[in-house]
């Protein structure tokens, strides 16, 4: 049974450039959340989809945007990258109304030069 | 707004011995604490989940508690091993259960 599925595993853009990733949730989940870790820090909520719809959101500015599709996967944009947008990228996905936690991918390390 | 906090030192024991991390939550109960383990360059691996109105939960060599009076969470791993060093780190979860808000993760380096 595949788990979170993340792509691509790194990328390297330049400031100001636009950024999509991608995530496919584990087989039999409906939700999909978007996490940013910076090195050294705990992940930081960014955002969570279900139904296509965007359930709740994090902390952090309109240049986060994100899209689920009907097969439950989903992207998540970043726009006018930032320095500072420099991290890994995780995306979780879980089953509404489930008694445990999150499964998380291994990650996309975006690195801003 | 609630902040979770964790020890940021690493923590170093020997094989063999009970690993004890903790962590600590401010203002509300959160609904759920959860546990996740991470090793370098990876994403984080459920561990534990534990409810408000739960007192311990056991999995295997792990053991969560959740003491609402404290407002505080015990991770433990007994008979510890090598293959248990790792980065573990809590994170609780509100009744909606729409986001995960993490601390900052203790390192845990077991010596053989």
């Known amino acids: 049974d595949a788990g979170v599925t993340q792509s691509p595993t790194h990328l390297i853009k330049t400031r100001g450039q636009q950024v999509t990733l991608r995530c496919s949730p584990k087989?039999?989940?409906?939700?999909v959340s978007w996490y940013q870790q910076a090195l050294g820090q705990g992940p930081q909520f960014i955002f969570q989809?279900?139904?296509?719809?965007?359930?709740q959101r994090g902390n952090f500015p309109d240049r986060f945007s994100g899209h689920q599709f009907p097969n439950y996967s989903s992207e998540l944009n970043v726009n006018a990258l930032l320095l500072g947008d420099s991290a890994l990228y995780l995306c979780?996905?879980?089953?509404?109304?489930?008694?445990?936690?999150?499964?998380f991918g291994s990650g996309t390390r975006l690195t801003v030069v | 707004s609630q902040k979770i906090e964790q020890n940021s030192e690493a923590l170093n024991i020997q094989e063999g011995k009970t690993a004890t991390l903790t962590c600590n939550y401010t203002?509300?109960?959160?609904?759920?604490l959860q546990w996740y383990r991470q090793d370098p360059g990876r994403g984080p691996v459920f561990l534990l989940l534990?409810?408000?109105?739960?007192k311990e939960k056991r999995k295997e060599r792990l053991k969560v508690t959740f003491d609402t009076t404290l407002k505080q969470s015990l991770f433990h791993i007994t008979a510890s091993q090598p293959a248990d060093s790792a980065t573990y780190l809590c994170?609780?979860?509100?009744?909606?259960?729409?986001?995960?808000?993490f601390g900052s993760g203790t390192r845990l380096q077991v010596q053989p």
């Open positions: 994170a609780q979860e509100d009744t909606g259960r729409r986001a995960l808000t």
């Open positions: 087989s039999g989940h409906d939700t």
């Open positions: 534990i409810r408000e109105n739960e």
């Open positions: 989809y279900y139904e296509e719809e965007e359930r």
């Open positions: 979780a996905s879980s089953l509404v109304g489930r008694d445990y936690g999150y499964t």
């Open positions: 203002n509300y109960s959160p609904a759920y």
